[in-house]
Structures are given as structure tokens and as C-alpha cells.
């Protein structure tokens, strides 16, 4: 199946989930100039999310978010792209925590993914969010 059968087969299928688990949920907002939520909104809020937690605060956000969402593949690519156009787009959506306050802290995980890594030999990916879950 190509890539445009897959999209013809599954968008309304997807959009329909956006809008009835982020959107009508008010998870997360629709953007100013946007009739809805949509699939690239979700990767942005996945990026403010992965920052929150993973990126080092020594790191440019940029730099960390063009590696995690696939603009930049690769150490060598990375030297010859020093920032991805494309990650520009994914810079609007904020965390707010209970009290409403802005949560701007990078890399709030490392530390306790790095203990967890130094015990089972096991390397940093974002995407293990259910071994992360089990940390103590």
C-alpha cells in the first residue's frame, strides 16, 4: 500500500480520534487561525511534553526537538544542519501545571532515566513511556 492509500484510508479515522480525545476533551487547544486539532499539533504538544522531560537543559530545545521528531537523522547530518527549518513549526504549545503556572524546566526525567540506564544497561528513548511510569 502506498503512502497515499494509507493516508485516504486512515484520515477521517484519525481526525475523528484528534477531535473526540484532544479537541472536544479541550486536552488541547485549537491554535489561533486553526479549525481544529490536528495530527501535526499533537507532535507539537509531544515536543513541549519530550522537552519537559528529556531535554537537557545544557541543550538548545531546537537542537534536541529537530533530532526526537525526525528533521535530522544522524550525528553527521546533524553537523551539516545545524537547525531544521522544519522544527519552526512545532513551537506552539505551552505547559501549564495545576495551579496554572507556566512549566518551563528541561529534562525534569533525566536524572532518574539515567539511574534507571546505570542499573539495567539500558539507553535513553522518549518513547519508553511505560518503562519510565515503573521508575522509582
Same mark, same amino acid.
Given at each position: 500500500?502506498?503512502p497515499?492509500? *494509507?493516508?485516504?484510508r486512515?484520515?477521517?479515522s484519525?481526525? &475523528?480520534? *484528534? ?21 501535526h ?6 515536543a513541549?511534553?519530550a522537552? &519537559? ?6 541543550q ?7 533530532? &526526537? ?14 537547525n531544521?527549518g522544519?522544527?519552526?513549526?512545532y513551537? &506552539?504549545?505551552?505547559? *501549564? ?10 529534562? *525534569?526525567?533525566l536524572?532518574?532515566?539515567?539511574r534507571y ?10 518513547l ?5 511510569s515503573?521508575?522509582?
Open positions: 500500500m502506498s497515499d492509500d *494509507i493516508n485516504s486512515l484520515n477521517t484519525v481526525r &475523528h480520534y *484528534i477531535k473526540s480525545s484532544f479537541e472536544d476533551s479541550e486536552v488541547l487547544p485549537v491554535l489561533p487561525g486553526e479549525k481544529a486539532v490536528t495530527a499539533n499533537l507532535r507539537g504538544a509531544y513541549e511534553i522537552t &519537559h522531560f528529556f531535554c537537557p537543559p545544557n538548545g530545545t531546537h537542537r534536541f526537538l529537530q533530532q &526526537h521528531l525526525g528533521h535530522v537523522i544522524g550525528e553527521s547530518e546533524l553537523a551539516k544542519r545545524k531544521a522544519a522544527t519552526e513549526h513551537f &506552539h504549545y505551552f505547559l *501549564i501545571g495545576a495551579q496554572q503556572q507556566p512549566l518551563g524546566e528541561k529534562g *525534569i526525567l536524572e532518574r532515566v539515567e540506564r546505570l542499573r539495567s544497561n539500558w539507553s535513553l528513548n522518549p519508553n513511556w511505560q518503562i519510565l515503573q521508575l522509582k
